[in-house]
């Protein structure tokens, strides 16, 4: 990338929020992946789209995440501008029965000021790690609950800079997907519709969830979450479990032991061992049952 595209993208933001060669392992919750050459992370919204119109002007590639939660960076370095909303840009507001959240609010957080503020609906996200900017693009879910349910509305950005705003089955939700992921939006913004509650309640079901959590999913390793979606009439699991891959591993990637739906780092995985250990899951699950397992974690390749 050519110093005045930096130059420009610090001017945008402030250069204390642009950052040259960016290990992306550090910015992923699996712990694997290149350098990317520029990491920028705007802070107001508008920040956002300058960043984004400067970028398709000059066809400079990009890719936008968040917390990295679900993602996996390939091991060859990201030659162009990695936009990561999160922790900049993550204002979240309470007005009654509706929480406005900026997109890179982690869920987690969101569902902490719900508790706060006696709204019940949110607790199923308490222990979700990704943001809400996250969750709204892929329908993020958990025992019973999905965001489908609580959403009423997002901001969103389109790849020419354009503002996007969506009102309730605008979104097309449905499993694991979106309208926003289906046409490559950049969700900026989300409302939620929680209703008043118990907080002794609310707090005990999240409490409950969470333990739920932590005796069957392997929170004391690197991952990115479940790695599969969930086949119509069974569990990725359980497929892979009854196909005899718990612990199975290749090089630092393993099928977890404690639940055979996540892909562990153990310490010194690449990106290239996890895409491995996950085409050989696939592999053998559908040689065996005939099911093919879809992955919910995104894969993104070096440019």
Known sequence: MQENYISELQK??????????????????????GNVSIMVEPDTIEKVRSCITLLQK??????????????????????????????????????????????????SKVASVALENSLTGLEFASGIPGTIGGAAFMNAG???????????????????????????????????????????LICLKVVLK??????????????????????????????????????????????IEDCGLRGFSIGGAQISSKHCGFIVNTGNATSDDIIRLIEHIQKTVHEKTGVLLDPEVRVIRGK
Do not use: W
């Not at 999160?86 to 007005?95: F, G, H, N, P, Q």
């Open 194 to 239: 929680l209703e008043k509650g118990d907080p002794k309640e609310i707090k005990a079901k999240m409490m409950e969830l969470n333990n739920r959590r932590r005796e069957k999913q392997p929170l004391d390793l690197p991952s990115a979450g479940s790695v599969f979606k969930r086949p119509e009439g069974y569990f990725a699991g359980k497929l």
């Open 12 to 33: 945008i933001c402030g250069a204390h929020l642009v950052s040259k060669n960016v290990p992306l392992k550090e910015h992923t919750s699996i712990k694997v992946g």
């Open 58 to 107: 000059n066809n400079i590639p990009f890719f936008v995440m968040g917390n990295g939660s679900n993602l996996i960076f390939s091991d060859e370095d990201y030659d162009g501008v990695i936009i990561k909303i999160c922790s900049k840009l993550s204002k979240i507001e309470v007005d009654g029965e509706y929480i406005t959240a900026e997109a890179g609010a982690l869920l």
């Open 142 to 184: 958990a025992y019973d609950g999905e965001m489908k349910k609580v959403i009423v509305e997002t901001l969103n950005i389109d790849g020419t800079g354009k503002l996007v705003k969506l009102r309730g089955e605008e979104h097309d939700f449905s499993y694991r997907c979106s309208r926003i992921q289906k046409e490559g």
